[in-house]
């Protein structure tokens, strides 16, 4: 989990653990707010440093590397999040604290046999406090 106060560099720490975990040929989906879906696009596919060198070079391409929201994936059904297991190496959720059961699955507690060969990520600027 990365926690910080707002704007001091999550959305790059996560873009860089995207990328760290794309050259190791993992496939990732990154989960976020809806209004944050075409922000994210872009800083991993498109933003640039003052000298114009991409930060992260990525391609969104919906197979390799995704973008999700939060209310999308939470009106999935639980068989749907089953074949996630096999369809992702690497989950990302960004703005976690505003994840929330109200879909239509109850979550089961993740341990080591459900997450066995995964890593999954969270950043959030508000992480303390409700568990």
């Known amino acids: 989990m990365v926690s910080d106060s707002v704007g001091l560099g999550k959305s790059f720490i996560g873009g860089e653990l ?3 975990y794309r050259l190791n040929n993992k496939r990732c989906l990154l ?8 922000q994210w696009t872009d800083l991993l596919q498109d933003a640039t440093d003052e000298d114009g060198n991409p930060f992260f070079n990525l391609d ?3 197979t390799h590397l ?11 059904t639980y068989e749907t999040l089953q074949e996630f ?11 976690a604290h505003r994840f929330r059961n109200h879909g239509k ?7 080591k046999t459900t997450t066995r060969g995964r890593d999954a990520t969270r950043t959030s600027a508000s992480c303390g406090g409700r568990r």
């Open 18 to 20: 995207l990328r760290d």
């Open 31 to 38: 989960i976020v707010p809806a209004n944050l879906t075409d």
């Open 60 to 62: 969104v391409d919906g």
């Open 66 to 76: 995704d973008i999700m929201s939060i209310s999308k994936f939470q009106n999935l």
């Open 85 to 95: 297991k096999q369809q992702w190496d690497v989950v990302l959720i960004d703005e």
């Open 105 to 111: 699955w109850a979550p089961i507690p993740m341990t």
